[in-house]
T-cell receptor
Framework: AQSVAQPEDQVNVAEGNPLTVKCTYS??????LFWYVQYPNRGLQFLLK??????LVKGSYGFEAEFNKSQTSFHLKKPSALVSDSALYFC?????????????FGTGTKLQVIP | GAVVSQHPSRVICKSGTSVKIECRSL??????MFWYRQFPKQSLMLMAT?????????EQGVEKDKFLINHASLTLSTLTVTSAHPEDSSFYIC???????????FGNGTRLTVT
């Protein structure tokens, strides 16, 4: 069964510092990997995805993520954090299996950017 | 970009009544829509997968007769919480996807409070 782990419930970072939100996954096939952001009482917004190709994926709002197959990780990064980046971040993996797609989300990591 | 509209954003109802939540894809055709429930400080729980013109596929533990899902067109899916009880109070989020390579696009969610 596929699974996604976000080991940190919360990440605190000072404004202007680089940030990393960790994600590891476990799947039996080739994964499609995603990051989503959720602001309070809102749905999720798509940030970026990895399907194939370059391991470094660039997404919205200056975020990027690096796919590491050997470590089965897909950490979200940003060189310089903004206070407005404070939100809940979800990593997700989608696997195609026999024509059926299943998406599994991590438990979410709350990012707090401190002014 | 792709937009999913979810309505209402907030609803308060009395115990025993039914509530309908609508999810619309505004600028793309969504062959598949998903309904999630989010508990405080927890990840998204997939309730059901809805394919246009066919019966929804419910996840284990989700009561089909209580959470009625209809996907009558390629742009509209509805979730009806029947005979609502206080324990049904939660944040419900819909998502939709165009083709198989597209990411999920989420509605803004509906905060349901059952008194």
């Amino acid at each position: 069964a596929q699974s996604v782990a976000q080991p940190e419930d919360q990440v605190n970072v000072a404004e202007g510092n680089p940030l990393t939100v960790k994600c590891t996954y476990s799947v039996s096939g080739n994964p499609y990997l995603f990051w989503y952001v959720q602001y309070p009482n809102r749905g999720l917004q798509f940030l970026l995805k990895y399907i194939t190709g370059d391991n470094l994926v660039k997404g919205s709002y200056g975020f990027e993520a690096e796919f590491n197959k050997s470590q089965t990780s897909f950490h979200l990064k940003k060189p310089s954090a903004l206070v407005s980046d404070s939100a809940l971040y979800f990593c997700a993996v989608r696997v195609l299996s026999g024509g059926y797609q299943k998406v599994t989300f991590g438990t979410g990591t709350k990012l707090q950017v401190i002014p | 970009g792709a937009v999913v509209s979810q309505h209402p954003s907030r609803v308060i109802c009395k115990s025993g009544t039914s509530v309908k939540i609508e999810c619309r894809s505004l600028d793309f055709q969504a062959t598949t829509m998903f309904w999630y429930r989010q508990f405080p400080k927890q990840s998204l729980m997939l309730m059901a997968t809805s394919n246009e013109g066919s019966k929804a596929t419910y996840e284990q533990g989700v009561e089909k007769d209580k959470f009625l899902i209809n996907h009558a067109s390629l742009t509209l899916s509805t979730l009806t919480v029947t005979s609502a009880h206080p324990e049904d109070s939660s944040f419900y989020i819909c998502s939709a996807r165009g083709d198989n390579n597209s990411p999920l696009h989420f509605g803004n969610g509906t905060r349901l409070t059952v008194t």
